[in-house]
Nanobody, 125 residues
């Protein structure tokens, strides 16, 4: 059992940057693929980024490539999502998730095992 906890959401203007963080108190968190998903009102949950448990390789959804960076702070056991050049289309609740069971990272949110409660990101134009 893992309980991810997100932090860092807020209200920013278009073009600004924001950093989200995810951590968990359980030791098994180090065995997670850690992913970021987002969900806007009326839309399906969307894959944003993820980092592999095996080699810290990062993967990104097409809509955020080149703007977002996912990284692992091993010392503090925190996964960061640096978001740059934000636009109103990035407004959503952002969720951190843990996948303990799959070998490879899956962009389908239904494959992920444990979820945080989410943090709101609002980008004004």
């Amino acid at each position: 059992q893992v309980q991810p906890v997100e932090s860092g959401g807020g209200l920013v203007q278009a073009g600004d940057s924001l950093r989200l963080s995810c951590t968990a108190s359980e030791r098994t968190f180090i065995n997670c693929h850690v992913g970021w998903f987002r969900q806007a009102p009326g839309k399906e949950r969307e894959f944003v980024a993820a980092i592999s448990r095996n080699n810290d390789d990062a993967y990104y959804g097409d809509s955020v490539k080149g703007r977002f960076t996912c990284s692992r702070d091993k010392f503090n056991n925190v996964i960061n999502l640096q978001m740059n050049a934000l636009g109103p289309e990035d407004t959503a609740v952002y969720y951190c998730a843990c996948d303990l069971n799959d070998l490879y990272i899956d962009h389908d949110y239904r494959s992920w095992d444990y979820w945080g409660r989410g943090t709101q990101v609002t980008v004004s134009s």
